[in-house]
């Protein structure tokens, strides 16, 4: 007589989560040697396997981000950030992909989210520096970038968006004194913003 042995209700789940972490270790392991489709193959297979998985969803995100195809990028991002909301990165994810679509205000609220999560995170600081330059708010984009600068002050990014608005307020004087603290250490950009802005650092105002 044979005996069919009934498998308990936890024991498909135990199986999938086994496989699951079997199946990350592959997918970083073929992205260590560069075959980003291979894992992105593999990452839907986790996917399948579980649909709530952070990782998979985060990863999968990036592989369409990075061959911009921002609206499936979004979709991997916003399925992540609902399972995390209290990550400020997961906020970050969508705000980044909603300002290169050009949805500022979801843009804007998403970095405010990851601000409030994290004060500190500069990136979330100057990503809502260029989406209030994007609405026009230069007053409050410089204070965001100004925030930027306070946690990242050797990056020139933020250094040289504020010059860039402060020539949109229509105020050269103050842009030219940010093109020269750049110059002293990123003379390369302090030159392209000579050439963009007609500003010439050797002159005084």
Known sequence: MSVKTQLSPANPGTSNRGRCFWLRLQAKALL?????SRAHEVFQDILDLNPHDVLALNSL??????????VQALGFFERALALT??????????????EELGRSQEAEQAFRAALQIDE??????YGLGLVLVRQQRFAESLVAFERNTKLQSM??????????????MHEPEKALEVMRHLN??????AAQLERETGLKLNTLM
């Open 184 to 189: 002293s250490f990123e003379p390369k950009v």
């Open 32 to 36: 260590v040697v560069g075959m980003r």
């Open 120 to 125: 500190k995170m500069d990136r979330a600081w």
């Open 85 to 98: 909301p209290t990550n400020a990165n997961a906020h970050f994810n969508v705000g980044f992909v909603c």
């Open 155 to 168: 990056s020139p990014y933020a250094w040289y968006q504020m010059a860039r608005v402060h020539m949109e």
């Open 61 to 70: 995100g990036f592989n369409e981000l990075n061959d911009r195809r921002l």
